[in-house]
Nanobody, 114 residues
Framework: VQLQASGGGSVQAGGSLKLSCAVA????????MAWFRQAPGKQRELVSS???????NYTASVKERFTISRDNVRRTLYLQMSSLKPEDAAVYLC?????????WGRGTLVTVSS
C-alpha cells in the first residue's frame, strides 16, 4: 500500500490550499480514507475522513472551512482547505487502514502566516 500526499505550501491567513493523496496497492473505492495533521510538539490529529459511500466527518475546528473528497477513478483523496488560520499549520498526512494496519503517506507541510 502506497500513499503519496502533495499540495502543501505556504499561504497567508485566509488563503486556500488543496491537498492530494495518490493511493496504490488497495482497491481504493472500498476504503475509508482520512487526513490527519501533526503540528510541532502536538499529537497527531484526525482532521477529516470519507467513507466508500462518500460520507464525511470533520473535526470541529475545520468544519465549514475544509472539504474532503475522493476520486475513485483516479484513486486520489483530496482536502480543499479554505480560510486557513495559523493554527492549521502542520504536516498533513493521508491515511487508510488495510488488514488491520494503518498506512500513512509521507506528509505534506502546510504553513500559514498571520
Amino acid at each position: 500500500v502506497q500513499l503519496q500526499a502533495s499540495g502543501g505550501g505556504s499561504v497567508q491567513a485566509g488563503g486556500s490550499l488543496k491537498l492530494s493523496c495518490a493511493v496504490a496497492g488497495i482497491n481504493f473505492r472500498l476504503y475509508t480514507m482520512a487526513w490527519f495533521r501533526q503540528a510541532p510538539g502536538k499529537q497527531r490529529e484526525l482532521v477529516s475522513s470519507i467513507s466508500p459511500s462518500h460520507s464525511t466527518n470533520y473535526t470541529a475546528s475545520v468544519k465549514e472551512r475544509f472539504t474532503i473528497s475522493r476520486d475513485n477513478v483516479r484513486r486520489t483523496l483530496y482536502l480543499q482547505m479554505s480560510s486557513l488560520k495559523p493554527e492549521d499549520a502542520a504536516v498533513y498526512l493521508c491515511n487508510t487502514r488495510h488488514q488491520g494496519r494503518d498506512y500513512w503517506g509521507r506528509g505534506t507541510l502546510v504553513t500559514v502566516s498571520s
